[in-house]
């Protein structure tokens, strides 16, 4: 086999185990097989005609350059879609950055839009006061990591929300213009220019300021997304031919057409029914933090059913939904202290187990991690595969940033499989450091060194100009 499951010491129980997971062990050809069907889902976003009905979006963000390294600047960012909800001011030449992390409570998440937006508005204007920024006009980068509409910089339209977000009256909105309403309501302090990013923007161009061959940014944490440079004439629904567009792809929504049915298992089905948002966002279900636990938990709930673990005791904390963090997967698969610490769950969870349990848990969380690795591995190669074939290289060199707590944890599971599935390109893995908060910041900054530069050249065109009608005056 072409990715070995078990590398743990086979329980003896396995042999009736191998029947529950390998619907989750996905050959080669069915990775290139996931890869190939992505692929055209790609270009049916990037369709004129196509991109309404497109599962994945494949949404224009109106960047159309990633940083040189010399961009400067001070900026305050929000950071909203992953598992907390952050102010930052961000120095970007100095690195520097002051940052206050605010929970979202449950209700708000399924609250009305005008309370999430007021909250937001109470936390910034907290840190500003806090931080003495409230007299200042600072330009804002809102890292907002839902799939939107973008139709200007700081224009952009919810489609949907995802991973456990449901506020009334936002879909369909300009969630910048929420955003400055809700600012306005209070009154107490000013914001600058506004700038709206995806997250995977963000990583992007925050690992492009240290690194320029970035043109990929990738996330895999509560949900999963990727963004890349995309030359701007295969962008049908936008006009221009010229230059490179970032394009947040959203491919959580990859199989949302039913084309990855085949390889779903009854697992996937039930996180994808119970959810608050069913048929949407199937491969995210499929490999991101939010659905990880719940894939692992079902698994063992049914094996237990079956007798094979437990003494077929299901425990109170076992059977309820979401009792499994998928913090736990990562724990028990530590390499050293992986059984100790699944021993230490399992307990914690009152469940009755013994050695082999706490080992055929391990092969459990190992298949499902394995398999969520292997499937965000098939769509990274079908990106980088595609940003060679754009430009006609035999070979490409490029650097994918990458945030996300499942990429920290499984970080080499992931890597080798997009090199043998993409063996032409020769890809560097970033971790970015914040980036999905201070890429908005940068998205801010580029845009300010492209126009400080433009307005360069433009000086020194006018003084060309001068020169020459000088040199005309001086011949005549
Ligand atoms: C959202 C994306 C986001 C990703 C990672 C998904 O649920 O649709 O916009 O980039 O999560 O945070």
Known sequence: ???????????????????????????????????????????????????HKAPVKMLPTFVRATPDGTEKGDFLALDLGGTNFRVLHVRVEEEAQKVQICAIPQEMMLGTGE?????????????????????????????FSFPCEQLEIDKSILIRWTKGFNCSGVEGKDVVQLLKEAIHRRGDYHIGSVAM????????????????????????????????????????????KDGRMCINTEWGGFGDDGCLD????????????TSINPGVHIFEKMISGMYLGEIVRLVLVKMTKDKLLFKGQISEALGTPGRFETKFISEIEEPDSGLENAKKILTELGLDWDLVDAS?????????????????????????????????????????????????????????AVRLLAPQCDITFLVSEDGSGTGAAMVTAVAQRLAHQSRLLEESDGEDNEEEEEEEEEGQ
Not at 23 to 50: C, I, M, N, W, Y
Not at 115 to 143: M, V
Not at 262 to 273: A, G, H, M, P
């Open 1 to 51: 086999m072409f990715f070995t499951v078990n590398e743990f010491e086979q329980p003896c129980r396995c042999s009736s185990v191998e029947k529950y997971l390998q619907p989750f062990q996905l050959s080669p050809e069915t990775l290139q097989e996931v890869s190939a069907r992505l692929r055209k889902d790609l270009l049916r976003g990037l369709g004129k005609h196509s991109h």
């Open 115 to 143: 309370q999430l937006f007021d909250h937001i508005a109470t936390c910034l204007g907290d840190f500003l006061e806090s931080h003495n920024l409230k007299g200042q006009t600072l330009p804002l980068g809102f890292t």
């Open 197 to 240: 990013v995806n997250d995977t923007v963000g990583t992007m161009m925050s690992c492009g300021y240290k690194d320029q061959s970035c043109e990929i940014g990738m996330i895999i944490g509560t949900g999963t997304n990727a963004c890349y440079m995309e030359e701007i004439k295969n962008v049908k629904r936008i006009e221009g």
């Open 262 to 273: 085949d390889i779903l298992t009854e697992f996937d089905v039930e996180v994808d029914k």
């Open 360 to 416: 055929v848990v391990r092969l459990v969380c190992d298949t499902i991690s394995s398999r969520s690795a292997y499937l965000c591995a098939a769509a990274l190669a079908t990106l980088v595969n595609r940003i060679r074939n754009n430009r006609k290289l035999g070979h490409l060199k490029t650097t994918v940033g990458v945030d996300g707590t499942v990429y920290r944890k499984h970080p080499t599971k992931l890597q080798k």
